[in-house]
């Protein structure tokens, strides 16, 4: 199975996905980083400030380090951003 | 004094055949060397490899380990897969505390996390010498209050700190319990056990590094300023491991000023008379 990597986007800077997540296709890794939003948004006193995650997107990439989707939280929360 | 049968061999190349006097694991080096003789020969020297299962839920425990180096995770399932560590076990410590209290399977299970040493004693060898020597099993129950505390802090740390305070809180005590700066950990493992998605650990170990405590390279962390990373951790570290000083180490040492002949954790019997040997306090709590 392919693997990407959910390397997350705050402004300038880029915080690389070192592991990354095993994934049928696009749509399934787009549902797991729709899923991970959810759980941050939806668990602020774990995860801290919410205004940080908000303004982050995952820059989603494939093995070859291609990027082949971006996701930004905001927006793409349960009922949130 | 005699020494145990056989020969433990350290990741740094060396082998030692375990003694009273090279005992890394700090309850047994709390024992009086009379004490620790009586278990010597029943103790076997074990590895811990990384992902090694000791305790299963729902299976016999067949023996304890008293943890020599290396560090074993108590871990917590529900029968869908969710898990979430509980506790960890270093040098300070064993696994298998079910056995002391009577009980002989658990539906939590241990993992080894950080490949070191343990001094394993079966079962059946384990309940005889608890019940023969009460000063063994008086130390081992302290400990198992002093581990009690620290999966309790670990629930208090879950629901009312965040995930920068809970990372700080682990990896320090982590850094308690390996010798060295640095250990294996990969963001996968560290999110199931501090039960978050992984982006959440990769951004804090960024932000942990940022602020120049830590550093993270191919799966490994290493600890650039514990001095910071405690701080960061605030009170989410340091009940537990106060705890553990009070009624583990301090106790020792106050038994052993106060009366070297009924030394705590001797036999009445075989201490009269003689020193009580003391170990240099270990690192927990170590705050430079």
């Known amino acids: 199975m392919p693997r990407y990597f ?76 | 004094m005699r020494p145990c049968s056989g020969a433990v061999h350290y990741d740094d190349g060396t082998s030692v055949i375990p003694s009273h006097k090279n005992l890394r694991n700090r309850l047994l080096a709390a024992l009086t060397p009379d004490l620790f003789d009586a ?14 299962v000791l305790v299963r839920p729902g299976e016999p425990i067949r023996s ?9 995770s108590a ?17 300070e410590g064993f696994v298998g505390v079910p056995l002391l209290l009577g009980v002989d399977r658990t539906p939590h ?46 629930a208090l740390c879950n629901s009312s700190y965040n995930l920068e305070e809970r990372l700080a809180r682990w990896l320090t005590m982590c850094h308690d319990r390996i010798d060295g ?33 830590i550093k993270a ?8 300023d514990r001095e910071k990373l405690q701080a960061a951790a605030g009170d989410s570290y340091g009940v537990a491991e106060a705890e553990y000083a009070r009624i583990i180490e301090a106790a ?9 002949h009924t030394g705590l954790w001797a036999e009445p019997d075989a201490a009269a008379g003689r020193p009580h040997i003391v170990r240099s306090p270990g690192d927990i709590g170590r705050s430079s």
């Open chain 1, 6 to 81: 959910l390397n997350l986007r705050d402004r300038g800077t880029l915080i690389e996905d070192p592991e990354g997540d095993e994934a049928q296709d696009i749509a399934e890794i787009l549902r797991i980083a729709q899923a991970t939003i959810d759980d941050i948004f939806g668990r602020p006193e774990t995860y801290g400030d919410m205004r940080r995650w908000n303004r982050f997107s995952f820059e989603i990439t494939d093995e070859a380090g291609e990027l082949v989707l971006t996701v930004p939280f905001a927006g793409n929360g349960n009922g949130v951003g």
């Open chain 2, 39 to 52: 278990l010597c020969d029943q103790l076997e020297p074990v590895p811990l490899k990384p992902g090694e």
């Open chain 2, 64 to 72: 304890v380990w008293f943890v020599e180096s290396g560090i074993v």
């Open chain 2, 75 to 91: 871990i917590a399932n529900t029968p869908e897969d969710r898990r979430i560590e509980i506790g960890l076990v270093g040098n």
């Open chain 2, 109 to 154: 299970e241990n993992l080894v996390q950080v490949d070191g040493t343990a001094l394993r004693l079966t079962s059946a060898a384990f309940d005889e010498a608890v019940d023969r020597h009460a000063a063994l099993r008086r130390l081992l129950l302290r400990y198992v209050h002093a581990f009690q505390i620290q999966t309790s802090q670990t």
């Open chain 2, 181 to 213: 700066d640095e250990f294996p950990l990969t963001h996968e493992f560290l999110s199931i056990m501090l039960g978050v998605r992984r982006p959440g650990v990769t951004t804090t170990i960024h932000v942990l590094e940022g602020a120049g405590m």
């Open chain 2, 217 to 224: 390279r191919r799966s490994h962390i290493r600890i650039v």
């Open chain 2, 252 to 260: 020792l040492k106050d038994s052993s000023a106060a009366d070297a």
